[in-house]
């Protein structure tokens, strides 16, 4: 584990360390029994109801599964009410794809017009405290590496999740905001993905 020269913020660089430090640092142990289920909810499959439904303003025709709609509403409210401020600067990672962004991208060679924008999600960001994606599913075209501040609002998601620690899941609050500082093409994994490097701005943050 080091800190970002450039930014205070901490990095890790081994699977042990990022595990540990979100069990030594980020575990909070005075989750309610609901609260609990509602964040295992989430990360079992959860996300796939809650934000679009975050998204679209609340509309239920966008929740896939007509039998989450009565207890969706209380499941956000649960989740809002679990999140902590992070009590150190860090920097997470994020797999997304070019329609993760508020500004329509047609092709992913002119993902560089992000450069300088500040993006944002209405819905809540699932992120990993490891340095580079985990190889559990699919690998998508778009790597964000978001620094995230002290302060903002998250919860460490492994004793509550399906997966454990094994994701080592940090989720940020929902309707967050970051701008995004640069854009680059990495080819050094032989099969060449986009990372973006981005500053998450703490609520009620004027840039």
């Given at each position: 584990?080091a800190?970002?020269a450039n930014?205070?913020?901490?990095?890790?660089?081994?699977?042990?360390e990022?595990?540990?430090?979100?069990?030594?640092n980020?575990?909070?142990?005075?989750?309610?029994?609901?609260?609990?289920?509602?964040i295992g909810?989430?990360?079992?499959?959860?996300?796939?109801?809650?934000n679009?439904?975050?998204?679209?303003g609340?509309?239920?025709?966008?929740v896939?599964?007509?039998?989450?709609?009565?207890?969706?509403?209380?499941n956000?409210t649960?989740?809002?009410?679990?999140m902590?401020p992070?009590?150190?600067?860090?920097?997470v990672?994020?797999?997304?794809?070019k329609?993760?962004?508020?500004?329509?991208?047609?092709r992913?060679?002119?993902?560089?017009?992000?450069?300088?924008?500040?993006?944002?999600?209405?819905?809540?960001?699932?992120?990993?405290?490891?340095?580079?994606p985990?190889r559990?599913?699919?690998?998508?075209?778009?790597?964000?590496?978001l620094?995230?501040?002290?302060?903002?609002p998250?919860?460490y998601?492994?004793?509550?999740?399906?997966?454990?620690?094994e994701?080592?899941?940090l989720?940020l609050?929902?309707g967050?905001?970051?701008?995004?500082?640069?854009?680059?093409?990495?080819?050094?994994?032989g099969?060449?993905?986009?990372?973006?490097?981005?500053?998450?701005l703490?609520p009620?943050?004027?840039r």
């Amino acid at each position: 584990m080091a800190e970002d020269a450039n930014t205070s913020h901490i990095r890790f660089s081994t699977l042990d360390e990022y595990r540990e430090y979100g069990k030594q640092n980020l575990l909070t142990r005075n989750h309610s029994d609901e609260q609990k289920r509602a964040i295992g909810w989430y990360t079992r499959h959860g996300f796939k109801a809650a934000n679009p439904y975050l998204r679209s303003g609340r509309d239920p025709d966008s929740v896939p599964w007509a039998d989450e709609l009565p207890d969706i509403d209380r499941n956000i409210t649960l989740i809002d009410e679990s999140m902590r401020p992070l009590p150190h600067s860090i920097v997470v990672t994020r797999e997304v794809d070019k329609d993760a962004f508020r500004k329509k991208i047609r092709r992913l060679k002119r993902l560089g017009k992000l450069k300088g924008r500040t993006e944002g999600d209405d819905a809540y960001m699932s992120t990993s405290l490891a340095p580079k994606p985990l190889r559990y599913s699919t690998p998508k075209p778009i790597v964000l590496r978001l620094h995230v501040p002290q302060g903002t609002p998250a919860i460490y998601t492994g004793p509550y999740s399906q997966f454990g620690d094994e994701e080592a899941e940090l989720l940020l609050a929902r309707g967050l905001r970051y701008r995004i500082d640069k854009v680059e093409f990495d080819e050094s994994d032989g099969r060449g993905r986009w990372w973006i490097d981005a500053h998450v701005l703490l609520p009620g943050s004027a840039r």
